[in-house]
């Protein structure tokens, strides 16, 4: 009988000690903890940033490759080609670019152009474009027609233009530099 007796307070003393056990496990994580973690999910998420990107990278060189297009690469990423030299004035930041343009996916698919509409006009460096579109327009002069590649990070990104563009697409820009206002 007093075996059972201390046995049963054994067995209630453990059940005390898990259950606080518990109670401590499901507290609020310390700052410490928090850090690592914050630390931790930003490592990862940079990883599988840089293997997108490197896949894009990719896509992109494989392309350029298939059409033989002679492309220079700019810091961020921005391929292009001008193919066609004008002889007018140099775009700068803070004029108006006035282009005539068609864009399509890598796949060939064509999502807008200018063709049979009136060219689009911008101020370089105000947005309003893309900032693939910024950098290369001020690469150009008038007359100048080239040929760009925007990887995503510099397009519609994640997102796409919830329209005809999808998410993570990079862009392939056929480009005329009208004039510069």
């Not at 499901?26 to 930003?42: G, M």
């Not at 490759?65 to 007018?88: C, D």
Request: glycine share 10%.
């Amino acid at each position: 009988m007093k075996i059972n007796r201390y046995f049963g307070h054994a067995a209630s003393l453990l059940l005390i000690i898990l259950g606080i056990g518990v109670l401590y496990s499901c507290n609020e994580p310390t700052e410490q903890n928090r850090d690592k973690n914050k630390k931790e999910a930003k490592k990862s998420l940079m990883k599988v940033n840089k293997n997108l990107v490197k896949t894009e990278d990719q896509k992109i060189e494989d392309f350029i490759a298939r059409y033989k297009w002679n492309m220079e690469v700019s810091g961020t990423g921005l391929r292009y080609w001008i193919y066609e030299q004008g002889a007018g004035k140099k775009a700068e930041k803070g004029k108006v670019a006035v282009i005539s343009f068609t864009v399509s996916l890598l796949n060939g698919e064509e999502c807008y152009s200018s063709r049979g509409e009136e060219p689009k006009s911008f101020k370089i460096g105000k947005g309003g474009v893309e900032s693939g579109i910024e950098e290369g327009i001020l690469l150009l002069k008038e007359g100048d027609r080239a040929k760009f590649i925007i990887p995503s990070h510099l397009a519609f990104g994640l997102l796409g233009d919830m329209n005809k563009i999808p998410s993570k697409a990079a862009l392939v820009y056929d480009i005329e530099l009208l004039e510069i206002k």
